[in-house]
Structures are given as C-alpha cells and as structure tokens.
C-alpha cells in the first residue's frame, strides 16, 4: 500500500497542471501613433506593469494612422474579452467627433473606459524667430507684426490647433495657425526660425528648453507643471484660459463589470509605482489614477469643453 501510494503520488506530481494565467494569449494595447511618442511610451510603461499584476503577457501594438482612428477602429470591432485595447488620447475621443461627419465610430456607445491613466496641460514654446523676453513681450511683438503673428502644432485638427484657438482668443490678437505632419516637424522648424512658437505637449520641447535651444514661456494649465516649475501658467501671465488632454484606456462596448474593473485597477497599481510614475513626470504628463466611472466622466466634460473653440476656429476635416 505504501508503495502504491508513493506511486500514485509521484504520479500525481507529474501529471500536467492546469493552464497558468501566463497561457493565456497576450493582451494587446494597440496605440493609434507611431513607436516613441508620449502614447507609445506610457502604453509600454503600463504593459510591462500589467503583465505581473495580470499574470500574462501584453504588448504593445502600434497602429498608426487618421490620429488614431485606425487604433480605435479596431478594438471597436474586437471582441469584448480584455484582449484588444486602446491607449487612445483624449483628442480622438473629444475632439474628432466634432470634426468629421463619418468617424467611423461612436466615442460614447462603441468603447467601454477603463481607466484614465495620464492628464497633461500643453507648452507654449518660442523658438529663435520670437523676440527674447516672456510671453507678453511675444504677444505684444505679434500684435505689431500680424504678419508673423503664426503657431506651429502637429496637425490641423488636433487639441494642440484649438488650444492655440482659445490663446488667440484670450490674448486678443489674430494669430495663424500652421499645421505640421507630426510634433518632430514642427520642432525642427520651430528650431529653424520658419515659425515663432509651436503649440504641444511639453514631451516635444522639454529637452531643447533645458538645453537653452527652445524657450517654453507657459503652460496651459490650471497650475504649473511638475516637470517645468520655473513655467508660468497662462493665467499668471493674464490670459484667462486653460487647456488640458488625457490618454484614457478603453476596450470594446460590452466589456463584464468585473474584468474592467481588474484591467483599471492593473493601470492604477502601475501608475503608483515610483518609476513608472517619476518616468511619467519626466515627459511633462502626470499619473491621474482615474478608474472608468472617472474617465467616462473625463471624456464627457471635454466633449463640451471643445466645440465652442473648434466652431470658432472653421476648420472643418469633412
């Protein structure tokens, strides 16, 4: 008998165990942009978190095109299973809906949030074609010089076009907006002298203004920005308005409750962890540790925030 037992224990031991959650197929965050923009970085910082605390492997995949429309299209039509998700910023979400009569998807009934995972406010930067001194003294010298009044971003149609709208606005002075193929062009002509300031994240300029080559003169926000404490808001500077973004998690309509609630709950234990957070500060975005509930929210109040700039604007994408 004790033979036997031994056996049939020993056997036991070797048969083959259940599945482990790291069988699983991996899960992808498809990103809307190209490798190595701020999206691309915080969906990597995310997943090499996520796969611990889910247990099983995520990437990243990268699908660029139509400013990440072609990323959401897809886990649109993905099955509801937490597999295909989308770090998607907030401009796709808030900003093209006003902007395109056929967008293909509905930024409301074809998504469900998972969780807000960065905010950030935009720089205002002014390159050698700028007159030195602080952002008066530029508004002041554009307001003289409606010729060079101009702001470069990384394309028409997008949350940085329209905060240059509402600073045009508050300051009162006409200004044209020139349009770019992405944030690097911009910079490069902004470095140049073709344009006088550029309207983008702080990630496309930070570096080039510790290094003294570019000049950000504010930021867009309520309160200043972490990374750029010697920056003054707008408002500190008289312009009474502000401007902000956000990359929200989201996963096809008709995700269960309960596997929303665990993927959001994956984001919020890698956000809190100190090198993904620090890494994040560093690039000019800051941790919002916003579960879905907080992020429909987010995503409905900007919906409203942004149609009076971009009816003003006339810009029209169809």
């Known amino acids: 008998m004790k033979r036997r037992s031994f056996a049939l224990a020993a056997a036991s031991m070797l048969a083959p165990l259940p599945a482990l959650a790291q069988d699983k197929p991996p899960m992808r965050i498809l990103v809307g942009f ?36 072609v990323a959401l299209g897809e886990v649109k039509r993905a099955a509801p299973d937490g597999q295909t998700l989308v770090l998607a910023p907030s401009g796709a979400l808030v900003v093209l809906p006003w902007l395109y009569k056929n967008l293909g998807y509905d930024p409301v009934r074809d998504f469900t ?31 003289d010089n409606p010729g060079k009044a101009n702001y470069a971003t990384p394309g028409a149609g997008t949350v940085p076009h329209f905060t240059g709208v509402l600073l045009s606005q508050g300051a009162g002075i006409p200004m044209t907006h020139v349009a770019y193929k992405g944030g690097a062009p911009a910079v490069n002509d902004l470095l140049g002298g073709q ?3 550029m309207v983008d994240t702080p ?47 989201y996963g096809p309509a008709g995700m269960p409750a309960d596997l929303t609630a665990r993927i959001g709950r994956a984001v919020a234990d890698a956000l809190r962890q100190s090198d993904v ?14 579960n879905g509930d907080e992020l429909a929210a987010t995503q409905a109040a900007h919906l409203n925030r942004w149609e009076g700039p971009i009816k003003a604007s006339g810009f029209t994408a169809e």
């Open 34 to 69: 190209p490798p190595g923009g701020s999206a691309d970085i915080v969906a990597r910082l995310l997943a090499d978190k996520m796969r611990v605390t889910l247990g099983q492997s995520v990437l990243v995949d990268n699908k660029p095109g139509a400013a990440g429309r």
């Open 113 to 143: 949030p998972i969780a807000r995972a960065v905010t950030f406010d935009f720089a205002i930067t002014a390159g050698p074609a700028a007159p030195a001194g602080d952002l008066k003294t530029i508004l002041a010298w554009m307001k």
């Open 203 to 249: 990630l496309e300029t930070i570096e080039q203004h510790r290094a003294g080559k570019l000049r950000i003169v504010a930021v867009t926000g309520e309160v200043r920005t972490k990374s750029l404490p010697e920056v003054a808001t707008l408002k500190e500077q008289g312009i009474s308005m502000t401007a902000d973004a956000f990359f929200g998690l």
């Open 195 to 197: 344009v006088p300031l």
């Open 277 to 290: 957070s620090e890494r994040i500060f560093s690039l000019g975005l800051a941790p919002a540790y916003g």
